[in-house]
């Protein structure tokens, strides 16, 4: 079983839809964790924290969920421009070193 | 502007032969990354190095070394390449409890 775990996709749809993302870690002691969007070709850029009480930036919201070991990401009134591959991080206990899930692909279309 | 700066962006290699790839960081983090990204592939870990003065093995650490040669700079060598390297290289840098900051890849074909 990976640490870290993403349903790859690909998630297609519509301009305005509402989208939701899990993403499943094995060791429980994990600390922090965060999503990152990358576009193709792109290297990967942090979109935000997952804090135990949730987090919400505008239309994404992030929760974690450490007694399921889950965080999800939800983005709601989806736009063209939110097409792209999420990725889950996931930082150990090891000073630093973070697992990366193998990320969700989201296409909006019009 | 602050971040993580990687040359070079692209390389081809022939088979054989020896390169090493820049990593730079202005943001004072202890620790450095390298991963490789195959295509439609996930990333995985090359090497890090946790502070200063340590580099230790990640999940694919395989015809690499690496070297942090202070807290800025963390390079990543492939002494003898092969077509199995081509990849897209990414460096990153963070702070514990904090995300990563990635610099922009460097895009290695090796024929």
């Known amino acids: 079983r990976k640490e870290v775990e993403q349903d790859p996709g690909p998630f297609n749809v519509p301009e305005g839809a509402t989208v939701a993302f899990n993403c499943t870690y094995s060791?429980?002691?994990?600390?922090?964790f965060f999503w990152y969007r990358q576009d193709c070709r792109k290297e990967p850029k942090l979109l935000m924290s997952?804090?135990?009480s949730g987090n919400e930036d505008g239309r994404f919201t992030a929760q974690l969920n450490r007694a399921s070991q889950y965080i999800s990401l939800l983005i709601r009134d989806s736009k063209l421009s939110d097409s792209a591959t999420y990725l889950c991080?996931?930082?150990?206990?090891?000073?630093?070193?973070?697992?990366f899930g193998d990320g969700t692909t989201l296409t909006v279309k019009p | 502007n602050a971040g993580v700066t990687q040359t070079p962006k692209f390389q081809v290699l022939k088979t054989g032969q020896s390169m090493t790839l820049q990593c730079a960081q202005d943001?004072?983090?202890?620790?450095m990354y390298w991963y490789r990204q195959d295509p439609g592939m996930g990333l995985r870990l090359i090497y890090y190095?946790?502070?200063?003065?340590?580099?230790d093995k990640g999940e694919v650490p395989n015809g690499y070394n690496v070297s942090r040669l202070n807290k800025r700079e963390f390079s990543l060598r492939l002494e003898s390449a092969a077509p199995s390297q081509t990849s897209v290289y990414f460096c990153?840098?963070?702070?514990?409890?904090?995300?990563?900051?990635f610099g922009s890849g460097t895009r290695l074909t090796v024929v």
């Open positions: 990153a840098s963070t702070a514990v409890g904090y995300g990563y900051t």
């Open positions: 060791n429980s002691a994990s600390q922090s």
């Open positions: 997952v804090y135990s």
């Open positions: 991080v996931v930082n150990g206990n090891n000073a630093g070193k973070s697992t």
């Open positions: 943001m004072n983090h202890n620790s």
């Open positions: 190095s946790a502070s200063e003065g340590t580099t």
